[in-house]
């Protein structure tokens, strides 16, 4: 048993130490290595390009390692032959071997027994199961399918659908339906004992004592005469009926719009229902027979304003923001809307005649000026343009990195300049003669809080005074001419004073209105 011990010792022995030259000639050579900057003799060529072996070696992992994880060695290949082996790898599970050896691959190696080049790119030729489709048919004919055919194979199975996504899907629809047509029925109430005195006149009708001339100078006015109570919730505007203002017309978040006296006892006339939700704004026609209001249900409502009677309705499913009459024509108006646009109908019909639509946003106002040849409108995007009525191309865009938008605008009584209320708390003057539109730096009005409230602007009959509300319930007067601050009637309303209206036929008579609900 001994024996047979020490012979598989001596057959099966392990030597650890590396395999090195035993010449002594070759013993006695000295290594050079690398970092040897200076040699004392002549070397031969075999003894410099000789590889480090043995125990001659400091530290072999830290010269054989150039990263964390070990040795990377630079490879010099082209980006698309990488790419091309890198998806062949992902699709197929084989690529050819990075050695540069055609033959050899790696990766899943049956796959790769029968072809030459482990790539995608490379295999040519068509497959055998490639799908057929059928017949595009006769162009001339109906049955035409043209190269959309379906498959010769592909079974055409309609998909099942679900009963209770139907179910779901057909409520969603019922109730939009009848979102679109929440329109309530219009009607009227008039408030006074009767429509006629008794000389048979109507109270539409301007009383034979008012006057009717301008007033050769204005004053600005000092105290409350009258106050109208009869909306439940804030007024959004006033309009005073053109040519006469023996009437004011009001609209507000209570849904309705009520006209009152304006001369005489200040009585309540008559109230206009037709609207779901809160009136944005209203506008008389230039004879005053009619008047429009538009309402966040989406609705624009065409009136008479005598009778009562509501015309017609109009809309679009946007919600409208703001109206202008023609000065020119009864029949045709503005409106603009929350979808950017600014569409132009016609009252004889219920479709739109125009529409405008360079707005980035929102259109807050129109205005027509240069006697009703052009319109200014503002919008959202911060931006003033002006069009020629009835085309869609604006002839001037005013739009500057320091300006804000502008929910009001207010043209002069001599027709040369247009006032816009200024979100940054300030009332810009644009002029607007002779194809000119620009801003006028010498005419700003500033000292009042508007930042937020669309508070509408007004001048005195003869030009010499602007006034505007403020969002603290203040009414403030500026002189045109030197823009200074002429007088601020504090608390006209406890909220915001967000219109005003002076009086064309008296000298200081102002109408007022704010979100107090008076």
Same mark, same amino acid.
């Given at each position: 048993?001994?024996?047979?011990?020490?012979?598989?010792?001596?057959?099966?022995? /392990?030597?650890?130490?590396?395999?090195?030259?035993?010449?002594?000639?070759?013993?006695?050579?000295?290594?050079?290595?690398?970092?040897?900057?200076?040699?004392?003799?002549?070397?031969?060529?075999? $003894?410099?390009? +000789?590889?480090?072996?043995?125990? #001659?070696?400091?530290?072999?992992? %830290?010269?054989?390692?150039?990263?964390?994880?070990?040795?990377?060695?630079?490879?010099?290949?082209?980006?698309?032959?990488?790419? +091309?082996?890198?998806?062949?790898?992902? *699709?197929?599970?084989?690529?050819?071997?990075?050695?540069?050896?055609?033959?050899?691959?790696?990766?899943?190696?049956?796959?790769?027994?029968?072809?030459?080049?482990?790539?995608?790119?490379?295999?040519?030729?068509?497959?055998?199961?490639?799908?057929?489709?059928?017949?595009?048919?006769?162009?001339?004919?109906?049955?035409?399918?043209?190269?959309? #055919?379906?498959?010769?194979?592909? +079974?055409?199975?309609?998909?099942?659908?679900?009963? +209770?996504?139907?179910?779901?899907?057909?409520?969603? #629809? @019922?109730?939009?339906?009848?979102?679109?047509?929440?329109?309530?029925?219009?009607?009227?109430?008039?408030?006074?004992?009767?429509? *006629?005195?008794?000389?048979?006149?109507?109270?539409?009708?301007?009383?034979?004592?008012?006057?009717?001339?301008?007033?050769?100078?204005?004053?600005?006015?000092?105290?409350?005469?009258? &106050?109208?109570?009869?909306? =439940?919730?804030?007024?959004?505007?006033?309009?005073?009926?053109?040519?006469? $203002?023996?009437?004011?017309?009001?609209?507000?978040?209570?849904?309705? /719009?009520?006209?009152?006296?304006?001369?005489?006892?200040?009585?309540?006339?008559?109230?206009?229902?037709?609207? *779901?939700?809160?009136?944005?704004?209203?506008?008389? $026609?230039?004879?005053?027979?009619?008047?429009?209001?538009?309402?966040?249900?989406?609705?624009?409502?065409?009136?008479?304003?005598?009778?009562?009677?509501?015309?017609?309705?109009?809309?679009?499913?946007?919600?409208?923001?703001?109206?202008?009459?023609?000065?020119?024509?009864?029949? =045709?108006?503005? /409106?603009?809307?929350?979808?950017?646009?600014?569409?132009?109908?016609?009252?004889?019909?219920?479709? *739109?005649?125009?529409?405008?639509?360079?707005?980035?946003?929102?259109?807050?106002? =129109?205005?027509?000026?240069?006697?009703?040849?052009?319109? /200014?409108?503002?919008?959202?995007?911060?931006?003033?343009?002006?069009?020629?009525? %009835?085309?869609?191309?604006?002839?001037?865009?005013?739009?500057?990195?320091?300006?804000?938008?502008?929910?009001?605008?207010?043209?002069?009584?001599?027709?040369?300049?247009?006032? %816009?209320?200024?979100?940054?708390?300030?009332?810009?003057?644009?002029?607007?003669?002779?194809?000119?539109?620009? @801003?006028?730096?010498?005419?700003?009005?500033? &000292?009042?809080?508007? #930042?937020?409230?669309?508070?509408?602007?007004?001048?005195?009959?003869?030009?010499?005074? =602007?006034?505007?509300?403020?969002?603290?319930?203040? @009414?403030?007067?500026?002189?045109?001419?030197?823009?200074?601050?002429?007088?601020? @009637?504090?608390?006209?309303?406890?909220?915001?004073?967000?219109?005003?209206?002076?009086?064309?036929?008296?000298?200081?008579?102002?109408?007022?209105?704010?979100?107090?609900?008076?």
């Amino acid at each position: 048993i001994m024996s047979t011990i020490s012979t598989l010792q001596t057959k099966f022995s /392990v030597n650890p130490a590396p395999e090195v030259k035993k010449d002594l000639e070759e013993q006695n050579k000295k290594f050079i290595g690398n970092d040897t900057r200076m040699v004392y003799k002549n070397p031969k060529y075999e $003894a410099m390009f +000789e590889p480090m072996q043995g125990p #001659a070696l400091e530290n072999p992992e %830290g010269l054989y390692k150039n990263t964390l994880t070990g040795y990377v060695e630079t490879h010099h290949m082209n980006d698309f032959t990488f790419q +091309e082996q890198f998806h062949t790898f992902n *699709t197929k599970g084989y690529a050819n071997n990075p050695d540069g050896s055609a033959s050899d691959f790696v990766g899943v190696i049956k796959k790769s027994n029968s072809l030459v080049d482990g790539s995608l790119l490379s295999q040519t030729g068509k497959s055998k199961t490639q799908r057929k489709r059928a017949k595009m048919g006769d162009p001339g004919t109906d049955d035409y399918k043209g190269p959309w #055919a379906p498959y010769e194979d592909e +079974e055409k199975a309609l998909p099942v659908p679900d009963p +209770e996504m139907v179910e779901k899907y057909k409520q969603a #629809a @019922l109730k939009k339906t009848q979102k679109t047509s929440n329109v309530m029925e219009a009607s009227s109430q008039f408030h006074c004992k009767s429509e *006629t005195d008794y000389q048979g006149r109507s109270w539409f009708q301007t009383p034979p004592d008012y006057p009717h001339l301008p007033p050769t100078e204005t004053y600005i006015p000092k105290k409350c005469i009258h &106050s109208w109570a009869g909306h =439940v919730k804030g007024v959004s505007a006033i309009r005073l009926i053109p040519k006469t $203002a023996h009437l004011l017309l009001s609209c507000g978040m209570d849904k309705q /719009v009520k006209i009152w006296e304006v001369f005489g006892q200040y009585r309540h006339m008559r109230t206009y229902s037709g609207h *779901t939700q809160a009136v944005r704004d209203i506008a008389f $026609a230039n004879d005053g027979l009619h008047f429009i209001s538009c309402s966040y249900d989406r609705q624009t409502c065409l009136w008479d304003t005598e009778t009562g009677q509501m015309i017609r309705r109009f809309s679009n499913k946007h919600v409208p923001y703001c109206l202008a009459f023609c000065p020119d024509n009864t029949d =045709v108006f503005l /409106v603009g809307q929350a979808d950017k646009k600014i569409l132009q109908w016609d009252a004889r019909q219920e479709e *739109t005649v125009q529409e405008y639509d360079h707005h980035l946003d929102g259109v807050n106002t =129109v205005t027509f000026v240069d006697e009703a040849r052009r319109f /200014v409108s503002t919008s959202d995007d911060k931006s003033i343009r002006v069009w020629d009525f %009835g085309f869609n191309v604006p002839i001037k865009i005013i739009s500057e990195p320091h300006m804000h938008s502008m929910p009001a605008v207010t043209v002069h009584p001599s027709g040369k300049w247009f006032c %816009g209320q200024s979100l940054d708390n300030q009332i810009l003057t644009y002029t607007c003669r002779d194809n000119r539109f620009r @801003l006028n730096r010498k005419k700003r009005f500033v &000292s009042h809080v508007n #930042a937020g409230y669309a508070c509408q602007i007004n001048f005195s009959p003869d030009g010499q005074y =602007v006034l505007s509300g403020d969002g603290e319930g203040n @009414l403030w007067f500026w002189d045109w001419k030197t823009c200074r601050v002429y007088r601020k @009637l504090p608390k006209c309303h406890k909220s915001v004073t967000i219109g005003c209206e002076w009086h064309p036929f008296e000298s200081s008579k102002v109408v007022t209105c704010g979100w107090d609900g008076g």
